[in-house]
């Protein structure tokens, strides 16, 4: 009759009911397919996760009766537009630019961590000609050093529009060793590989430099469904509806 939460799976497993002992069905999901942190199963056996959107409810009165419900779903919560491509462009675009300017708010110094992809461009594009003068922040980017995959000659493209300089922390392998043990020790999970730990350092630059508030454009990729994974989990969450057979033709021609 006991129920355990925290928000770190680490404090669940000094409780006396929860070990260390794996969840062999979620590991060999994650071997098989590289996709990971879409369902309510973790890595641990018998811990699990209170999904995004979600609420539970323990009635005490009730022998400790566990209820879990959905309080927002999405698709629920958007409108169909009868609009063309070029009307449902100038939407999307008004809509990132009203996203940007609320993150822009802030009474502390702000910095953008950029890669050199079309999120980051879209984000540094809004903030420096709608809504801050190029003087108010600072710009950040990884750079893997000598490595294929450096973006610094697209980041740049990206700075040279902003007059600003950007700090590069430059990332090689003996970095990537080191910081390691700490980042799992952070994460209790399997997380998304190199670039996590890459974040890591990027963090400990900012806070000396007393960068208090970080953006960066992660999402628009998710919207334009421009990672195959995040698509695969998409798939998955509507096997068995009604919709499932037009998703999947979709993600054919994709």
């Not at 806070?207 to 998409?234: F, N, Q, R, S």
């Amino acid at each position: 009759n006991n129920f355990y939460f925290a928000s770190e799976i680490k404090a669940l497993t000094k409780t006396s009911i929860i070990s260390n002992e794996p969840d062999y069905f979620t590991i060999g999901e994650y071997l098989t397919t590289s996709i990971y942190d879409y369902g309510e199963r973790t890595f641990f056996k018998n811990v699990k996760k209170l999904l995004p959107s979600h609420l539970i409810k323990i009635d005490l009165n009730e022998n400790n009766k566990i209820e879990i419900s959905k309080y927002y779903t999405l698709e629920n919560n958007i409108k169909p537009l009868d609009v063309d491509f070029k009307e449902a462009k100038k939407l999307y675009i008004n809509k990132i630019k009203e996203c940007v300017n609320i993150h822009l708010r802030s009474d502390v110094p702000i910095g953008f961590n950029v890669s050199g992809g079309v999120d980051s461009s879209a984000l540094i594009s809004v903030a420096s000609k709608e809504f801050r003068n190029s003087s108010d922040f600072k710009i950040y980017s990884i750079d893997y050093d000598g490595t294929r995959y450096s973006e610094k000659k697209w980041v740049q493209e990206i700075v040279s529009h902003t007059q600003k300089n950007c700090t590069y922390i430059n990332i090689n392998s003996e970095e990537i060793i080191k910081n390691l043990p700490s980042m799992l020790n952070c994460q209790d999970e399997p997380f998304g590989g190199v670039p996590s730990i890459a974040w890591m350092s990027l963090y400990h630059q900012t806070k000396k430099e007393g960068t208090k508030v970080l953006l960066d454009g992660t999402g628009i990729d998710d919207c334009l469904a421009g990672y195959k994974p995040e698509v695969m989990m998409w798939l998955i969450y509507k096997q068995g509806k009604p919709e499932f057979n037009d998703e999947l033709e979709g993600f054919s021609k994709y």
